[in-house]
């Protein structure tokens, strides 16, 4: 294994220059001739638009274009597809009606898209959406998933009987319900999944270009997946994919959220071509309140039953599921074949069933947030447990110990449909339980209580399912001056993939860590691409170089025996290097690439140039165990997190470094969603509260536990050649019900079962002061 | 951000003579509220008058008994200043919890002070210290001074040229951030000064003031015990999505013990 090998943890080679301050993020692109564009978002939740009048804006100096409904209709754009399809239990298709790039009629959410102005400056362009006149008959609203559900609430599309998108199920019912009936023992949790804002650091932008000469558009625009991109966006606007190229550049942080496609992707190469300049667009933090998509919003009804030893027999889970106002890209798929399909967890469950109602509401809409469904899942049966360990007198860990999926029943199909290929689940536990020290913590808890403190312990154990595919290509060409390209699909969203693909390859083909350049975001430079999202890239990407590394070394082995004159046979190859088998000749793997046709015979292929699949056709099942340790100040009801510790089985770990930032990042997304992020609309209008970085709360340093603890209990994926589960998603996935449990532990003597997040002071601190 | 026109004034008689003479002028010190305030578009002065360059509302100085701190300090240099660490220290530490390093870079405390901000920090220690706020036209006792919620005494186009704090025995504060902003929920300076105990509460209600039941309390018995049976009225406090205004009156009273065990 090489200095920069697999394994290896090895500080990023993108860092330096983002650091330096190098990057060239959206807002760092200039163009010449360039205008800008900004946004008219409605100011109401719900209204039918009488009239909208341009006239006065339109004539304000410096500004060149305004667009509505009306010329989107006029030149055939058209709206943005919802691509995942659920069909609801009673065998009706789902309700599907296509998001507007700019609304017709009606708005149906605060920040819903109007009108679309292009001027010489920001500031015009700002000011100019101030003189455009709308007349609203403004319509009652509706933000709550349950209220939503119910016959007589207002409804978000006038043209749709109810606000039901999809009345979904999974499992067998009947068995399910049989169980329960005749179950000596239940226990059921009500809980909401809370909504929250993804604010990642860079906000959303897009600049739209238009060469008349080529007839060529391009779209410059932060994207997780600009191949989607490139066929969703030509496809609204009626042109042929080859005539748009999509580039993504630097990008801060998409968590799911860049992965989908907004209207203002559409509109800037629309407007480009307009005005016959570049548009640039870029959101303002207000903006990204109102128009990124949001994540979460569940509300749940869980129920298990179990036998007197403690043995799980089934589950049940009934779930809201708020969209939002329109069905975003892959919205219906999150809370449904996402999400709920890993409701049994780690756990031998012989039966399941799951019911997901997803409704409109007039809200942002909801998509993929990272985890997608399955941090909402895991948080479902992670207290479940507790609470019917706590119900029927079992401990935390013993009720774990009696159901966690033994070691000779995997791999493992639950009954919802995932099979676990892999994994050592109650050595998870067990690590983490000792690591943790779990066994004495009731005498911190009691020398906390000294203090005014109430400690609280928590268990998670986690399972999250990372997404198969799509099947990624990688090209890899070795260039003239001694580098070698990598072409793939996947992007770079600061997850570190450069460096870690940079390792697979060091360590496939012994190349030179630092002369291995991946280019990736890029729709003209590299032809086909599924993205990022899913904590899948790795897996995908590092299985394709896996199967280009052998076809590449068979090619160089057959080129190095000529110039070795060897046979072929008698050439091995390792650390870079071809050899002729027991003697020191050899040659390197860069200088067999520089080898001229005109120097091999004929039936020699100069080029060890090549392309491969990643040809995988499994997901994987990332999985471990969380505990968490914090302490509740019983004046005030803050919560400090104190010792945080983490089993991960990841499957083959590529960085560790990369890992253990990977699950600080995600455990601190967990943290922020059970502590204090909260999207609140106000119900009687609509309206977004916590619509300001002043009122919607993000974790802070000194919100993060002194100290994680992160240990690798690495089984090896075996539906893929390098074993890899992938690592960006699981921190969060094992965070929520973790942290939860340690909340109601620390304050079970005031005989709560849950608490909802997110856990405020003031909600912790009415617990305590209601029965002290 | 509206259109503006941007004046940097170089002395207080050039601010006035532009306050009178202009359409809709508004005075800028560190700029920390009304900049944000101009960029969502919610504030549309007709011109800016900074008062970054008059070198008289900078700087901190002790003169008998008193620390006076000029109106344009900033949060950093009180946080960092050795004579105000030295003589109010609970001053220096209150203003290092305000906002961020660039905040606290940028934002000064005559600007805060005249904002009144229900839950700015320095307004309770104004209130607690007894300061006196020197104006270009009087100096104004600070228990006149906030009267609520973003109204203060000043006239319109009146400047605070500088603060007046007597130097206290002892003083204290505690606070409770509210979880987003980090602006304080409840933010209680306690101080024993030549006049007695005073207590100034800020973050609960809508604006700073002072807490007799607090004072009346600590007078007879300095000691976090004595805090335990009094009540805090919960009527006139601030509720929101961040605390019910009985939970910030029991935080008052949280923040004050914490506030007395700080000092003994």
Not at chain 1, 721 to 734: D, F, M, Q, R, Y
Request: proline letters at 4%; aromatic letters at 6%.
């Amino acid at each position: 294994m090489g200095q920069f090998g697999v394994g290896q943890a090895i500080r990023r080679k993108e860092d330096i220059r983002l650091l330096e301050g190098k990057g060239r993020y959206l807002d760092d692109l200039h163009f010449e001739n360039q205008a800008y564009g900004a946004v008219l978002r409605s100011p109401h939740a719900h209204a039918k638009i009488k009239s909208i009048n341009i006239e006065n804006a339109v004539n304000l100096n410096g500004v060149l274009d305004i667009i509505t409904a009306k010329d989107l209709k006029a030149d055939n754009i058209t709206g943005i597809p919802c691509l995942a399809k659920v069909e609801s239990r009673d065998g009706q298709d789902m309700a599907n009606p296509l998001r507007p790039i700019l609304a017709e009629d009606y708005v149906r959410y605060v920040g819903d898209y109007i009108a679309f102005v292009v001027a010489e400056t920001k500031e015009i362009a700002k000011a100019a959406l101030e003189y455009i006149e709308i007349d609203f008959d403004i319509l009652d609203s509706i933000t709550n998933p349950v209220d939503a559900s119910k016959n007589d609430s207002p409804r978000v599309w006038d043209n749709l009987d109810t606000n039901r998108v999809f009345d979904w199920e999974n499992g067998n019912k009947d068995k399910v319900d049989d169980i329960f009936k005749n179950s000596e023992l239940k226990s059921e949790v009500h809980l909401i999944n809370n909504r929250v804002v993804v604010n990642s650091m860079e906000p959303r932008g897009a600049i739209g270009q238009f060469d008349k000469d080529k007839n060529k558009f391009t779209l410059y625009t932060p994207s997780q997946n600009v191949h989607l991109m490139k066929t969703l966006v030509s496809g609204s606007l009626g042109i042929e994919s080859e005539n748009l190229r999509v580039v993504s550049p630097d990008m801060g942080g998409g968590f799911g959220m860049k992965v989908f496609i907004y209207p203002e992707q559409i509109l800037l190469p629309y407007a480009s071509k307009r005005v016959n300049k570049t548009v640039k667009w870029t959101s303002d933090r207000s903006e990204a309140f109102i128009s990124d998509t949001q994540g979460r919003d569940h509300v749940t009804k869980a129920e298990i039953a179990l036998d007197k030893n403690g043995k799980f027999k089934a589950i049940r889970v009934k779930t809201i599921s708020n969209m939002g106002a329109y069905l975003s890209n892959f919205a219906p798929m999150i809370a449904t074949q996402a999400g709920t399909v890993m409701l049994t967890g780690l756990y031998d469950i012989p039966e399941a069933y799951v019911n997901v109602l997803g409704v409109f509401t007039n809200t942002v809409p909801i998509d993929a947030y990272r985890g997608a469904g399955r941090p909402e899942a895991s948080h479902i049966i992670e207290r479940l447990v507790d609470v019917a360990a706590s119900d029927h007198g079992f401990a935390k860990d013993q009720i774990r110990r009696i159901n966690l999926i033994p070691n000779e029943k995997v791999p493992y199909k639950t009954p919802l449909g995932p099979e676990y290929d892999s994994g050592n689940f109650i050595k998870n536990l067990e690590d983490a339980l000792k690591i943790s020290k779990w066994s004495n913590f009731y005498e911190r808890k009691k020398e906390a209580k000294k203090r005014g403190k109430f400690r609280g312990i928590g268990i998670g154990c986690y399972v999250e399912a990372a997404a198969g595919g799509p099947n990624e290509d990688v090209e890899i060409i070795f260039e003239e001056d001694g580098s070698v390209s990598v072409l793939i699909g996947t992007i770079a969203i600061g997850q570190g993939i450069v460096t870690s693909y940079s390792q697979v390859l060091e360590e496939l083909l012994g190349i030179d860590f630092e002369k291995i350049n991946i280019i990736m975001g890029d729709t003209d430079k590299v032809a086909t691409g599924g993205g990022t999202g899913g904590s899948k890239s790795l897996m995908l990407g590092a299985s394709a170089m896996k199967h280009a590394s052998v076809e590449i070394i068979n090619k160089g082995k057959k080129i190095a025996a000529h110039l070795l004159e060897a046979s072929e046979a008698d050439i091995n190859f390792s650390d870079g290097y071809f050899t002729i088998k027991g003697t020191d000749k050899k040659i390197n793997i860069t200088d067999v690439a520089k080898t001229k046709q005109s120097d091999l015979p004929e039936n020699i292929d100069a080029s060890l140039n090549t392309k491969a699949n990643s040809d995988v056709s499994n997901g994987t099942y990332p999985n471990g165990c969380h505990v968490c340790e914090l302490e509740i100040d019983g004046d005030t009801g803050h919560v400090k997190l104190l010792n945080y510790t983490v089993i991960d089985d990841l499957g083959k770990v590529i960085n560790p470094l990369i890992v253990e930032g990977q699950v600080h990042g995600g455990i601190v997304q967990g943290l922020g969603q059970v502590l204090m992020e909260h999207c609140i609309y106000d119900h009687s209008n609509g309206q977004l509260i916590t619509g300001s970085f002043m009122d919607y709360a993000m974790p802070r340093a000194d919100n993060v536990p002194p100290k994680i603890s992160l240990g690798f209990n690495e089984v090896l994926c075996t539906k893929n050649p390098l074993g890899i589960k992938g690592a960006g998603e699981a921190g969060t996935v094992g965070a929520l019900g973790c942290i939860v449990n340690a909340l109601v532990n620390a304050l079970e003597e005031f005989g709560v079962s849950h608490i909802e997040m997110p856990a405020t002071p003031e909600s912790l601190w009415g617990i305590i002061n209601s029965k002290q | 951000m509206y259109e503006f026109q941007y004046h940097k004034a170089s002395s207080i008689n050039e601010v006035k003579e532009k306050i009178s003479s202009l359409n809709d002028p508004k005075i800028m010190a560190g700029g920390m509220t009304l900049i944000p305030t101009m960029k969502q578009r919610l504030a549309a002065p007709s011109d800016i008058i900074d008062l970054s360059n008059i070198n008289e509302l900078k700087g901190i100085s002790k003169e008998k008994g008193f620390i006076i701190i000029g109106a344009m300090t900033t949060h950093f240099e009180v946080h960092t200043s050795e004579l105000v660490k030295k003589e109010i220290p609970s001053l220096a530490f209150l203003a290092g919890l305000i906002g961020d390093p660039m905040v606290r870079h940028r934002g000064t405390i005559g600007g805060s002070v005249a904002n009144s901000d229900p839950s700015a920090d320095y307004p309770s220690s104004v209130i607690s210290l007894g300061a006196k706020i020197i104006t270009d036209k009087r100096e104004i006792e600070s228990d006149e001074f906030f009267i609520d919620l973003f109204e203060t005494a000043l006239d319109d186009d009146e400047i605070i040229l500088s603060l007046k704090f007597p130097i206290p025995n002892k003083s204290a504060y505690m606070k409770f951030p509210q979880p987003a902003s980090r602006y304080a929920l409840v933010g209680v300076f306690i101080s024993d000064t030549k006049e007695g105990i005073r207590v100034g509460i800020t973050g609960a209600g809508p604006c700073a003031f002072r807490s007799k039941e607090i004072e009346k309390a600590l007078s007879k018995n300095f000691t976090e015990s004595a805090i335990e049976n009094v009540n805090i009225p919960s009527e006139n406090l601030n509720s929101d999505i961040h605390a019910s205004a009985e939970y910030r009156a029991h935080l008052v009273k949280v923040m004050a013990k914490r506030a007395i065990k700080k000092l003994s």
